[in-house]
């Protein structure tokens, strides 16, 4: 690693709004003019410009202080953006002017060098916090739906090989403080001291910068799959399609048989490929929220404990084990997830392809009609996931058939530990 | 959500050791004896025992304070860990005892609940920072691969359905920060100044307590799977199939077909059943460093670059757009992924399913015998990552076949923007 120079200045711990010789861009989030909305500006380069807590990437930015720490990264690299800008326009949309519609995410976040080319001439670094681009797909299963003559190759959308071409856009969190408080029906000040304390100490210019209102937290975000043409998202005359799928990692990726994820995830992407090829189009929400936003140490904690208690693994007992180990059954927070929805400009589901009630009320809580809701098919949910499903029917997720009673729940039974 | 108390009490900023009434339980990282090394304690509840900087579950640590905040999680809940030890016992290993060879996980991790019994009894929260357990995974490559013939039934292993017996873990980031600074080269001092600074002011502690040396920064962890015996891991005369992938969320779920990440990911898989079935043992491990530990949006932004770029996506000109957006090609610093094959006792591979130099160079340079790397075949190379995989083998990747002369990376081209 090269050498560093040493920097003999002093450390600012928290910085104060008297800090700053030059005010920094005003955020007036809401508004309908991007220039009066204001950039957000987390850049590490120029701190007198700085209109945000916390910086760029989510957690990542760790990553990035250890490539200025070792020497390969320059603290004061600026992104060249040549040729990265969206591939699709995306908004503006009405929903985009309400401050809050949106506010967890920066509506604006895509489409920052075209907005803000005038702050960029002044030298300001603005980066984008929404990229859009396109992509080609291909997962083994919609290859057996072909096959199985539950999806049609159309060589537009469904190519010949079974891949399937997506607009796709990845989103970092960008959260207006207010906002999430008036979501949450606390006080901003509470928001923020939790936010503060309840972290260890994260970032004290939550409570000492009453001024900054906009926290870019390091969590993961969401990426977003597009299935069809991009007009029908928001044309309540053509069907759309939507599954909202919260991140599972064991399901998702290695195919794990404890959980339903996987399964209805392929499930939804089908069910947006038809819609896309009835002149729709389908929509794929992924968020980063590991083992229900508890992390996946938790979440295997909660394995061990299901499959060990007394009586074993079974779906009277499903929710009891997570509350022991993380004091909550949940804590992904649905009531922040239907922003994306909104930068889409959506204001009507077709198909919900989702039985989670705590997603439906959210989603129609913030405005937005839905038509039908989409069960996973009884054949796609794997046998030792029986405890899963069970369990949250029971406890309010939607179903068109039979939800069992205390008794029945206690016969639905998973493996037992090897 | 329920009203909450208010806390009239002053907001500490950053806490100082002469805060502490009590002194925090020390840490001898490396120490062979769990009580002389002593356990980490970053709990919330009791700020006076806390001995790191930071908290629990990585960036999930937001979704924490947003359920403190708004009333649904009391602050000072306290996991019941019953029944969630490990299902299977790993370590403890020699290299568990040298304060250089794990510098980025706590080893004591999974095992707290039995090496810290005393200090429950005395009342200290003390979490778990690694989770073991069992699952059935099912991949319908695996499956695939069975009608082939490439992989055989044994009906232990890989049941008749066609699903994989596998005994996972997860683990948090527990970075030990002069053991970080050492393996970075640089001093504790400039690790801790970059660490705070460069991310915006996370962690004021970094530079206010210098008395506490580990912190749980808020970034993803690891995953391990393994396969097969688990005492064949550490038995050097049988075989072990070992390999490390940093996830990618585009290709791992959705099967995005710019990169190999996904077909090399299986086919490692695939490699790990065949090794365990051999009398071995395989051994996954997925690290969470998105798009290079850039993040997701980083990633979309140099996908439109390269696509849009004149001359189109070609070999020759692949790492160049990452470095424009980035400033740097790569962020996943392989120089701490060694720590989890420590953990695990690992000293020799059979097969390292890699053909990455650096994750090549950082393993063997921390001490473990690599014996065979195995190449992606080149029929799961999918069409437009030939331009990724030929640019990767000219800038040093393992390959036993030919690598491109400037002209012939200039020839490998990707697909166009659509």
């Given amino acids: 690693m090269q050498e560093r120079k040493s920097s003999p200045r002093h450390i600012i711990l928290t910085s104060h709004p008297s800090n700053f010789g030059s005010q920094p861009i005003p955020i007036r989030w809401g508004d309908k003019d991007p220039m009066q909305r204001g950039p957000v500006v987390a850049t590490l380069a120029n701190p007198t410009h700085r209109n945000a807590i916390g910086t760029h990437s989510g957690g990542y930015a760790v990553y990035r202080a250890l490539a200025v720490a070792s020497g390969v990264l320059q603290a004061d690299h600026r992104a060249d953006l040549t040729n990265t800008s969206p591939v699709e326009h995306i908004g503006p949309y009405p929903s985009w002017y309400d401050p809050e519609k949106i506010v967890s995410l920066d509506p604006f976040g895509a489409m920052v060098g075209e907005a803000f080319a005038s702050y960029y001439q002044e030298g300001y670094d603005i980066r984008p916090t929404i990229a859009i681009t396109k992509a080609h797909v291909y997962l083994p299963e919609l290859q057996a739906a072909v096959e199985k003559g539950r ?41 923020r001291r939790a936010l503060f304390e309840q972290t260890g100490g994260m970032f004290p210019e939550l409570v000492t910068r009453s001024d900054l209102e906009v926290f870019l937290p390091p969590i993961g975000g969401v990426t977003v799959y597009i299935f069809g043409d991009l007009a029908a998202i928001t044309d309540p005359n053509r069907p759309l399609a939507v599954r909202v799928h919260d991140e599972c990692n064991g399901s998702d990726v290695f195919g794990s048989d404890i959980c339903t994820c996987r399964p209805y995830l392929v499930h939804g992407i089908e069910v947006c490929i038809q819609t896309a090829q009835e002149g729709g189009a389908g929509v794929i929400v992924y968020c980063r929220k590991e083992g229900r936003a508890l992390g996946e140490v938790t979440k295997f904690l909660v394995y061990n404990a299901r499959k060990r208690q007394e009586g074993g693994d079974r779906a009277d007992a499903y929710f009891a084990r997570t509350e022991c180990v993380a004091g909550v059954q949940d804590m992904r927070f649905q009531e922040l997830m239907p922003d994306v929805l909104h930068w889409l400009g959506i204001t009507r589901i077709e198909r919900l392809v989702s039985m989670s009630n705590m997603k439906y009320e959210a989603i129609t809580n913030s405005g937005i009609e839905v038509v039908e ?15 899963e499903i069970e369990a949250k029917k029971a406890a309010g997720y939607y179903t068109p058939g039979a939800v069992l009673d205390p008794l029945g729940l206690a016969e639905i039974k998973g493996r037992e530990m090897e």
């Fill in 151 to 191: 999806l049609a190759i159309d060589g537009k959308l469904l190519k010949s090989k079974g891949d399937v071409l997506v607009t796709k856009a990845a989103i970092e969190p960008v959260w207006y403080l207010p906002g999430i408080a008036k979501r949450f029906q606390i006080s901003e000040a509470d928001l």
């Fill in 373 to 387: 809701r989409v069960p996973i098919p009884d054949d796609l949910i794997p046998q030792d996931a029986q405890v």
